[in-house]
């Protein structure tokens, strides 16, 4: 808009009218939701009798109970699991798949091929897999020698096999983004860093890295917010058992909720969830993204 040039009516209300339609999804799937999670949260209600107000006592009974407890452990356990090896496994994997090779170009192939298949029908396969009579995994165990594992039917080992499942998936989709990032870096560098005689450890933390750092951020957030909302693997797998040693936050949520019709405890564990998702995003963005190398 040329300067002296009065604004129409028109001019004024088109960037409200372009970003009303965003907005109103918005509210309507975001922050609707949200506020009345947290309404519900102060409420005891059964989906049959009225809600009743009742304050702070749903959140005094879930961090009483045990298992919400145990709940917050396993989901923080998983998530620590799930950022930091899969995360670290996805950028040394995408910094071996740097050469254009037959053998690099096949492995790329490959190892997208888990995340484009249905989360049910991985968890459903992987359950036979891992199954402790006839499973695929303690038939090869045996076929070397090895004792057969109780995988997802013991304490000791369902946890890691869930996280196994959930890194076998989601490896191939984050090592191809990060394998992006790494063919985006100038070339120009690397051969700087050549003749310099620079070795391989000092071109990763000095050159790689930092070029790659904005996609590494990215999946940081999302990976953590995904490793929080876990749930069909749990409750293919294992149904939060044995016990309660799979039991994550959103499958409390849900036994609470469909199972034992109590809602407000359900809302109370929700905030909870969204709160620590929330304080994990900012304290991200504080503390790392100064950090992020923007080029």
Same mark, same amino acid.
């Given at each position: 808009m040329h300067e002296g040039v009065k604004k129409t009516r028109w001019d004024i209300i088109r960037p409200y009218v372009f970003i009303f339609p965003a907005m109103f999804f918005i509210f309507l799937f975001v922050v609707y939701p949200s506020i009345d999670l947290i309404i519900r949260s102060f409420q005891e209600w059964n989906l049959i009798a009225a809600p009743k107000w009742v304050g702070l006592e749903n959140y005094k009974y879930n961090f009483g109970k045990r298992e919400f407890v145990e709940s917050i452990r396993n989901t923080a356990i998983y998530a620590v699991c799930m950022v930091g090896i899969g995360m670290t496994l996805s950028t040394l994997l995408a910094v071996w798949l740097k050469n254009n090779t037959w053998l690099n170009n096949l492995t790329r192939n490959v190892m997208f091929m888990p995340h484009v298949i249905s989360l049910l029908s *991985?968890? #459903?396969?992987?359950?036979?897999? #891992?199954?402790?009579?006839?499973?695929?995994?303690?038939?090869? =165990?045996?076929?070397?020698?090895?004792?057969?594992?109780?995988?997802?039917?013991? /304490?000791?080992?369902?946890?890691?096999?869930?996280?196994?499942?959930?890194?076998?998936?989601?490896?191939?989709?984050?090592?191809?983004? $990060?394998?992006?990032?790494?063919?985006?870096?100038?070339? &120009?560098?690397? &051969?700087?860093?050549? =003749?310099?005689?620079?070795?391989? /450890?000092? *071109?990763?933390?000095?050159?790689?890295?930092?070029? !790659?750092?904005?996609?590494?951020?990215?999946?940081?957030?999302?990976?953590?917010?995904?490793?929080?909302?876990?749930? &069909?693997? $749990?409750?293919?797998?294992?149904?939060?058992?044995?016990?309660?040693?799979?039991? *994550?936050?959103?499958?409390? !949520?849900?036994?609470?909720?469909?199972?034992?019709?109590?809602?407000?405890?359900?809302?109370?564990?929700? *905030?909870?969830? #969204?709160?620590?998702?929330?304080?994990?995003?900012?304290?991200?963005?504080?503390v790392l993204s100064k950090k992020v190398h923007y080029q």
């Open positions: *991985v968890a #459903m396969v992987w359950t036979w897999i #891992m199954n402790k009579d006839n499973g695929l995994l303690n038939t090869v =165990l045996n076929i070397f020698g090895l004792p057969s594992l109780k995988w997802i039917d013991s /304490r000791d080992t369902a946890m890691m096999s869930v996280i196994i499942v959930a890194l076998w998936k989601a490896l191939g989709y984050n090592t191809l983004l $990060i394998h992006a990032a790494i063919q985006n870096i100038p070339s &120009e560098l690397y &051969e700087a860093a050549d =003749l310099d005689n620079a070795n391989r /450890r000092s *071109v990763f933390f000095k050159i790689t890295l930092p070029m !790659i750092s904005p996609q590494l951020f990215t999946l940081l957030i999302t990976n953590t917010i995904g490793s929080f909302k876990v749930f &069909e693997t $749990i409750r293919i797998m294992t149904k939060g058992g044995p016990g309660s040693a799979t039991q *994550v936050l959103v499958y409390y !949520i849900y036994k609470q909720a469909f199972q034992l019709n109590k809602i407000g405890l359900a809302a109370a564990a929700g *905030v909870v969830l #969204m709160a620590i998702v929330g304080v994990l995003t900012i304290v991200y963005f504080v």
